[in-house]
């Protein structure tokens, strides 16, 4: 079993900045990669960035140029830090990483961007 423990979000007025991290432990074989979702409620969820254990990155047309996704292997950690918000980016925000045998999420973490 691993355990992905967020921390960070909370509250922001647009333009402003916040960061998220995930710390995963317990019975990791290998990482393979790390993300981050979101969702807002109706919706299902969205992958906004996404980070392999070779430092490869992506991110989705909504979040690219404002959010950078890094990692700490030696931490089995991931960070998410986001800039420019807008209120289109309030949501919940998931961690989710893939490992030798399974894949698991995070508890999630509320990011509201509001004046």
């Known amino acids: 079993q691993v355990q992905l423990a967020e921390s960070g979000g909370g509250l922001v007025q647009p333009g402003g900045s916040l960061s998220l991290s995930c710390a995963a432990s317990?019975?990791?074989?290998?990482?393979?990669?790390m993300a981050w979702y979101r969702q807002v409620p109706g919706n299902s969820r969205e992958r906004v960035a996404v980070i392999t254990s070779a430092n490869r990155t992506d991110y989705s047309d909504s979040v690219r140029g404002r959010f950078a996704i890094s990692m700490d292997s030696a931490k089995n950690t991931v960070y998410l830090q986001m800039n420019s918000l807008r209120p289109e980016d309030t949501g919940v925000y998931y961690c989710?990483?893939?490992?030798?045998?399974?894949?698991?999420w995070g508890q999630g973490s509320q990011v509201t961007v509001s004046s």
């Open positions: 317990g019975c990791i074989r290998r990482l393979y990669r």
């Open positions: 989710y990483g893939l490992f030798t045998g399974d894949y698991y």
